[in-house]
């Protein structure tokens, strides 16, 4: 196991023994803005963050003439 295999194993047991830290973790996340958060996901969560920055990125362009 690599540090980052460990640190997630050491969240997912405490999050099994308090689950309110999760809700506390994300709303911390949220307040702090984690991009690093965005890139833990599988393909499909990946591919689908690529479509969404993609197209608000054409969609300023297009504003912006």
Known sequence: MN???KEEQRKIDEYKKN????F???????MTGDLG???????LHK???TGIITALLFFLSRCSN
């Not at 506390?24 to 949220?30: L, P």
């Not at 958060?37 to 393909?43: E, Q």
């Open 3 to 5: 540090q980052r295999d």
């Open 24 to 30: 506390s973790d994300s709303i911390n996340r949220s």
């Open 37 to 43: 958060a965005l890139t833990k996901g599988g393909c």
């Open 19 to 22: 689950p309110l830290i999760n």
């Open 47 to 49: 591919i689908i963050i």
